[in-house]
């Protein structure tokens, strides 16, 4: 499976930004997509995660209320919408996926995209 992310980019503090991901290859493998993120200096954490076939989707505690996941099975794509951006979130974004639900559940993923760059600032 393939994972190409975009959509980042600079925006100030309360402003929105969309991310995509596309995935290709073996994708009717894939149980759950999402995205992961790393800021400076800090560990890889998990964002938000949509299963494949259901639709049931994660976010984490710090990003609930401000960021939605979706996904359009059509186009093999998942999109994060991410309002009210705060500097906290300046990092740069990954794409996951996975055979298991490992990404749904926020562990880590077998299948990575390149990163994104989102800066917010303040």
């Known amino acids: 499976v393939q994972l190409q992310a975009s959509g980042g980019g600079l925006v100030q503090a309360g402003g929105s930004l969309r991310l995509s991901c596309a995935a290709s290859?073996?994708?009717?493998?894939?149980?759950?997509m999402g995205w992961f993120r790393q800021a400076p200096g800090k560990e890889r954490e998990f964002v938000a995660a949509?299963?494949?076939?259901?639709?049931?989707?994660h976010y984490a505690d710090s990003v609930k209320g401000r960021f939605t996941i979706s996904r359009d099975n059509a186009k093999n794509t998942v999109y994060l919408q991410m309002n009210g951006l705060k500097p906290d979130d300046t990092a740069i974004y990954y794409c996951?996926?996975?055979?298991?639900?490992?990404?749904?559940?926020?562990w880590g993923a077998g299948y990575w995209g390149q990163g994104t760059q989102v800066t917010v600032s303040s």
């Open positions: 290859g073996r994708t009717r493998s894939i149980h759950g």
């Open positions: 949509v299963g494949w076939s259901g639709g049931s989707t």
């Open positions: 996951a996926a996975d055979p298991s639900p490992s990404v749904v559940a926020g």
